[in-house]
């Protein structure tokens, strides 16, 4: 995902954003060109939906919750979208039991593990998403979601070719 010159694009917490997807990220307001947004976890909300959107930021990928379904895992603060609730150590999606281990969320498989070996697990993790998270500097927050291809010329969002 990326831009092109032609797109007109808005800055806001340091991101750049298609004008067409700048808008509230709970209800779709669109902001008026003088108007500074509120940011919540640097993505904009008007001004009515910035109190409700700090508790529904998905404790996965950071990203404003608004799908009806979510997931609230038992004794974790924390919403997830659905296919967000991932293990610290491997990655993949919890579909059924997990464990804790302080902040961490383990999959039962590797709730069983000893410490290092989870210490291991996330650093090799860690480093692959530092690749994604640069990546995802040159993509709109609103469409340039972590699963689409840095290679994809569509906006994830609206659909329109950049
Ligand atoms: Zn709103
Ligand atoms: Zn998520
Ligand atoms: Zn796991
Ligand atoms: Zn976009």
């Not at 924390?78 to 961490?104: N, Q």
């Not at 927050?141 to 010329?153: E, F, R």
């Amino acid at each position: 995902m990326g831009f092109k010159d032609i797109d007109p694009i808005r800055l806001f917490a340091e991101r750049r954003w298609h004008e067409r997807c700048f808008k509230c990220q709970k209800c779709s307001l669109a902001f008026a060109r003088d108007k500074v947004p509120e940011a919540v976890r640097e993505l904009p909300f008007c001004d009515s939906c910035a109190g409700d959107a700090s508790k529904l930021i998905c404790g996965g990928c950071s990203r404003f919750i608004s799908e009806s379904s979510f997931l609230k895992p038992k004794g974790i603060h924390k919403l997830y979208h659905v296919g967000c609730f991932k293990c610290d150590a491997c990655g993949r999606a919890i579909e059924s039991g997990f464990k804790t281990r302080g902040e961490l969320v383990l999959c039962v498989e590797d709730g069983n593990k000893s410490q290092k070996v989870i210490s291991e697990m996330i650093a090799t993790r860690s480093e692959v998403k530092m690749d994604s998270s640069s990546v995802k500097k040159d993509s709109c927050p609103a469409c340039g979601s972590a699963k689409a291809s840095p290679a994809s010329k569509f906006c994830g969002e609206c659909g329109h070719k950049f």
